[in-house]
Each structure stands twice: as C-alpha cells, then as structure tokens.
T-cell receptor, first 118, second 111 residues
Framework: ETGVTQSPTHLIKTRGQQVTLRCSSQ?????VSWYQQALGQGPQFIFQ???????GRGNFPPRFSGLQFPNYSSELNVNALELDDSALYLC?????????????????FGNGTRLTVT | LAKTTQPISMDSYEGQEVNITCSHN???????ITWYQQFPSQGPRFIIQ???TKVTNEVASLFIPADRKSSTLSLPRVSLSDTAVYYC????????????FGSGTRLLVRP
C-alpha cells in the first residue's frame, strides 16, 4: 500500500511569486484535502477535492486554488505569495462516504512541503 | 462545529500510562471523536476514533462518557518515541474535511 507522497519537501519563494505543490494520494483513496500548518499551530483546512471538484473550503482567499486529477493526485497553487504564507503544507487523502461506506475513512497525511516566502 | 479544549502540554516518564482529556461540550449527535498524533516535520497520523463508551486498538484506548462532552485518550506504558503533539478532533463521520485541528497537546516523555 503506497502512502501519501508530497513534492517538493522544501521550497523557497519570493513574495509575489506563484507556487505549485503536488500530492499523490494513498492508493484506493478518492478524496484529497489540503492543510496549512504554521509553526506551533495545528493544521488549518484549506480545501478538499472529490472527483476533480472542490467540495469544501476553509477560510482562505481565492489565490489559494487546487486541482484534482483523474488518478486522484492533486495540486495546490498559491498566487501572489505573501510572507505569512510561509508554513508546512499538508496533503491528506481519504476514502469518501460517497462510495457507500458509512463515513469517511480517517485522513492519511503526507509529510508536507515546507514553504518559505522571503 | 464542536470546539475542543485540551491541555497545552503534558510531561510523563517512560513506562507510565498517559491520559489526555479533551473537552467538547457542544458535540453534536452525529459527531465522532478522532485523535491524531504528529511528530516534528511529519504529517498527523490517525490514532483512534470513537463515538461512545470505550474503543481500544493496538496503540491506545479512547474513553467516552455517556454525555460525550469529553473524551480521554489513554496511552499505556509510553516510551520516548511517544513524544509528540496529540490532537483531539470532533466532527461528522461523512465530512472529514469539517474536522478542526486545535493547537493540540504537546506530550514530552522523559527517560
């Protein structure tokens, strides 16, 4: 069973630039969620994708956007980077309730991408 | 969405049992309680999930009283490798994305 993998592991960008982070879901999982984790804080939900469509979003501005591909992998795009975007970005996959299973499976997280904006 | 409250930090020693309590006074009827563990520079890892009474797996037990307004994660005989941040989350089973992570409990296990 392949776990959730994220790339790159570390990234340094300059304020105003754009960044794309990538995530491969755990095999068999059809739902991907993205989280932002600032230093010393818990993960904050950004959005979730199911069947290539966004089906839930946290309190993040539109410059945070995403994609889910037919193989359930996903991308997180952030435009016009700000210094406060520096954080660990986590991807989590799960098997959604829409498959007839009673409730989502627990979230399976990758080890994240550490983004530093200077 | 139910808000959770848990201690900011706890200290323990190797071999001891550790109990971390989480308060969730506004838990809804269809909410489940889920605990995650996170090591530095890693993503959170699912530990245990329950709805009521007691749930036990190979790593932990989860105790939930009848009113479900709190829950206790019990880690038997902790080791140094159990030093981590533990998150208590409450939310509906069919909407995992609605789970809200708080700041968690930082557990330090000493030799």
């Amino acid at each position: 069973e392949t776990g959730v993998t994220q790339s790159p592991t570390h990234l340094i960008k300059t304020r105003g630039q754009q960044v794309t982070l990538r995530c491969s879901s755990q095999s068999g999982h059809n739902t991907v969620s993205w989280y932002q984790q600032a230093l010393g804080q818990g993960p904050q939900f950004i959005f979730q994708y199911y069947r290539e469509e966004e089906n839930g979003r946290g309190n993040f501005p539109p410059r945070f956007s995403g994609l889910q591909f037919p193989n359930y992998s996903s991308e997180l795009n952030v435009n016009a980077l700000e210094l406060d975007d520096s954080a660990l970005y986590l991807c989590a996959s799960s098997l959604g309730a829409w498959q007839g299973i009673s409730g989502d499976s627990p979230l399976h997280f990758g080890n994240g991408t550490r983004l530093t904006v200077t | 969405l139910a808000k959770t409250t848990q201690p900011i930090s706890m200290d323990s020693y190797e071999g001891q049992e550790v109990n971390i309590t989480c308060s969730h006074n506004n838990i809804a009827t269809n909410d489940y309680i889920t605990w995650y563990q996170q090591f530095p520079s890693q993503g959170p890892r699912f530990i245990i999930q329950g709805y009521k009474t007691k749930v036990t797996n190979e790593v932990a037990s989860l105790f939930i009283p009848a009113d479900r307004k709190s829950s206790t994660l019990s880690l038997p005989r902790v080791s140094l490798s159990d030093t981590a941040v533990y998150y208590c989350l409450v939310g509906p089973m069919d909407s995992s994305y609605k789970l809200i992570f708080g700041s968690g409990t930082r557990l330090l296990v000493r030799p």
